[in-house]
């Protein structure tokens, strides 16, 4: 059952409707509702429509400053704003610095730096999200969680020619690592997924494989907040990768320029 919206509920923590936002600010505000209208549509827009600049931030936090329009304003302008994002075409170090820290923040920035050494720098692609490309094919993506807490990083390597080096990858002590981060379908699957997967890889089966991006992944593999140790690891796999699209030539699904 979905959960009714109070001043608790975290925008971005459930799907919710416009009509159900404005029905929860009328009767919340009451009288007081058409006084802010303006300023409460103006919300509205920012959520539905510019890549929700107010993710992450409770509806009494949008309430208690419903009289002040400059905060507004600020929270749109941020730097992890969708059209903030899309006009400046912003640099992942710039998101990754004020808001991952420690040792998250420590191997986020190893990682740029190694796929900027590789002639494989992430460019920015969507909302929180960037890409690396080789051989004009994209080699991995990079997706940001900002509004969390602590701020989460995603790498998605593109692997679209495992199956090439498939011994390498058993001889190296990576095939747990992949079969452990293979993103798999759930009752809450969102996003474009039409249903679970039936695959194997690295001679493993699979019955619910996440079909969200599918045709363009061919096999989604997340790892989420990976650490020092990992990141060697993904290293590794896409050295691997782009070995086999120089030898073979790849015909890999990852094409979006």
Request: glycine fraction near 4%; include cysteine; aromatic fraction near 10%.
């Amino acid at each position: 059952m979905k959960a009714s919206l109070t001043e608790e509920t975290i925008i971005g923590s459930q799907k919710i409707t416009k009509a159900e936002l404005r029905k929860f600010f009328k009767e919340t505000l009451q009288n007081e509702y058409e006084n802010y209208a303006v300023i409460i549509e103006d919300v509205l827009k920012k959520i539905f429509v510019y890549g929700t600049p107010f993710k992450g931030i409770t509806l009494k936090k949008i309430i208690e400053n419903r009289a002040n329009p400059s905060w507004y304003e600020e929270v749109a302008q941020s730097i992890t704003s969708f059209h903030i994002q899309k006009s400046t075409k912003v640099k992942i170090e710039d998101v990754i610095l004020p808001y991952c820290y420690g040792d998250r923040r420590k191997a986020a920035l190893d990682f740029v730096a190694y796929l900027r050494i590789n002639k494989t720098p992430l460019k920015w692609d969507a909302w929180n999200t960037w890409k690396a490309h080789s051989k004009n094919k994209v080699l991995c993506w990079v997706k940001l969680n900002p509004f969390s807490n602590p701020t989460t990083w995603t790498v998605s390597p593109c692997l679209t020619n495992i199956n090439v080096y498939e011994d390498k990858v058993m001889q190296e002590g990576l095939a747990a690592l992949v079969w452990d981060n293979i993103k798999r379908c759930h009752p809450n699957c969102y996003g474009v997924c039409s249903g679970a997967k039936n695959i194997e890889l690295l001679g493993k089966e699979f019955f619910d494989i996440c079909n969200e991006v599918y045709e363009v992944n061919n096999i989604k593999i997340d790892f989420v907040n990976p650490n020092a140790i990992t990141i060697k690891c993904i290293e590794k796999l896409l050295r691997l990768e782009e070995t086999a699209r120089t030898k073979k030539g790849s015909h890999d699904l990852c094409n979006v320029i």
